[in-house]
């Protein structure tokens, strides 16, 4: 839910973006781009990793909690894929002309998945069982 939350919690700062100083907006802007490009896709990924996680135990489900920046890369390119078709635009186009933008997107997902699942991960220590640990 992290990487909804956040920049649902941040969106009413988008208000003040002049107020802030560059370095901030700039932040603030990534954020909220984080959850706007990969929110639809977020939430397949999560609803598909809930659904795999039903009965497993924790060890396997700190797997796929690890792999899952990776695999939202996948589904974020999945995703544009069918966005591409929508717009009408080639699969030659797509190749050349945004794979270099989807390469950056790519690298935000995993910098800002990781990031995620190293405060879930941490959460989990704080307030979870100390014994399964």
């Given at each position: 839910?992290?990487?909804?939350?956040?920049p649902?919690?941040?969106?009413?700062?988008?208000?003040?973006?002049?107020?802030?100083?560059?370095?901030?907006?700039?932040?603030?802007?990534?954020?909220?781009?984080?959850?706007?490009?990969?929110g639809?896709?977020?939430?397949?990924?999560?609803?598909?990793?809930?659904?795999?996680?039903?009965?497993?135990?924790?060890?396997a489900?700190?797997?796929?909690?690890?792999?899952?920046?990776?695999?939202?890369?996948?589904v974020?390119?999945?995703?544009?894929?069918?966005?591409?078709?929508?717009?009408?635009?080639?699969?030659?186009?797509?190749?050349?002309?945004n794979?270099?933008?989807?390469?950056?997107?790519?690298?935000?997902?995993?910098?800002?998945?990781?990031?995620?699942?190293?405060?879930?991960?941490?959460?989990?220590?704080?307030?979870?069982?100390?014994?399964?640990?």
């Amino acid at each position: 839910m992290l990487p909804l939350l956040v920049p649902l919690i941040l969106s009413p700062l988008f208000f003040y973006l002049n107020h802030l100083s560059e370095f901030a907006a700039t932040a603030l802007m990534i954020f909220l781009y984080s959850g706007y490009i990969g929110g639809i896709p977020y939430i397949v990924l999560a609803a598909g990793m809930l659904w795999w996680m039903r009965g497993k135990d924790d060890e396997a489900c700190r797997v796929i909690l690890i792999a899952s920046p990776l695999v939202m890369v996948v589904v974020l390119m999945f995703f544009s894929m069918i966005l591409m078709a929508f717009t009408a635009q080639s699969f030659n186009h797509w190749l050349s002309g945004n794979s270099f933008v989807l390469l950056i997107f790519g690298g935000f997902s995993l910098l800002f998945g990781y990031s995620y699942v190293g405060i879930a991960i941490l959460l989990g220590y704080l307030f979870g069982d100390k014994e399964i640990q």
